[in-house]
Every structure is written in structure tokens, then in C-alpha cells.
Nanobody, 127 residues
Framework: QVQLVESGGGLVQAGGSLRLSCAASGLTFRRYHMGWFRQAPGQERVFVASISWGGSSTYYAESVKGRFTISRDNAKNTVSLQMNSLNPEDTAVYSC????????????????????WGKGTLVTVSS
């Protein structure tokens, strides 16, 4: 079965950085766009970033553009999210997700559009 397993979350001070990783198994990774979503306490899960199957195209939510970078390694079936200049508003459970998509242009995704989900990893940014 498909498994997406996130790692790299933790506690960081405002202004700091964290790198999240997601390891995928049970699917043909290169056939899927990958995305990161986050859910803050008491709020809906929202889109953060996505990357096309080939990795050449990325798309970001406005709130993280210029601070976060999504990347993937199709040889290792992993997708990463480098998060810089973190602030307390970035505190959330971050989940990776997969969407089967044959084109090589990343786009915004709603949470309902995704095919598979990981369980998430908690990122806490202290002020």
C-alpha cells in the first residue's frame, strides 16, 4: 500500500530554519506531483507548496513564497521542504501529499484533490 512518511519537524525559534522530508513508497513516485500542506491548531488544512513530477516546476502559497523551498529526489522517492525565516504563524502540523498528474507544471491544490496523505509532522515556532 501507499505510504508517505514525514520527518524533520520540531521546535525552532523565530527566524530559524527547518527541513522537512517525506519518504514515499508503494507508488510510482515519478507519476505524482507532490505537495506540502499544513494545519494550524483550530484551523483548516491549507496548501503550502507543490512540485511537478519532474521537479522543474514548483508552486507556493503567498504566505511562504521566498521563505520555503520544495524539492524532490525521484531516485530516492523523497520530497523535501526547506523552511527559512520561520515565524510563530508557521506553527502547524505539516503533511505531504501525492497527486497523480502527468503534466510537468506545478499548481495550487486543494486538500480534497490529493490522492494520498502522510500523517504529518509537527513544527512549532517559538517567539
Amino acid at each position: 500500500q501507499v505510504q508517505l512518511v514525514e520527518s524533520g519537524g520540531g521546535l525552532v525559534q523565530a527566524g530559524g530554519s527547518l527541513r522537512l522530508s517525506c519518504a514515499a513508497s508503494g507508488l510510482t513516485f515519478r507519476r505524482y506531483h507532490m505537495g506540502w500542506f499544513r494545519q494550524a491548531p483550530g484551523q483548516e488544512r491549507v496548501f503550502v507548496a507543490s512540485i511537478s513530477w519532474g521537479g522543474s516546476s514548483t508552486y507556493y502559497a503567498e504566505s511562504v513564497k521566498g521563505r520555503f523551498t520544495i524539492s524532490r529526489d525521484n531516485a530516492k522517492n523523497t520530497v523535501s521542504l526547506q523552511m527559512n525565516s520561520l515565524n510563530p504563524e508557521d506553527t502547524a502540523v505539516y503533511s505531504c501529499a501525492a497527486k497523480r498528474n502527468g503534466n510537468n507544471i506545478a499548481t495550487f491544490y486543494t486538500k480534497d484533490a490529493m490522492d494520498y496523505w502522510g500523517k504529518g509532522t509537527l513544527v512549532t515556532v517559538s517567539s
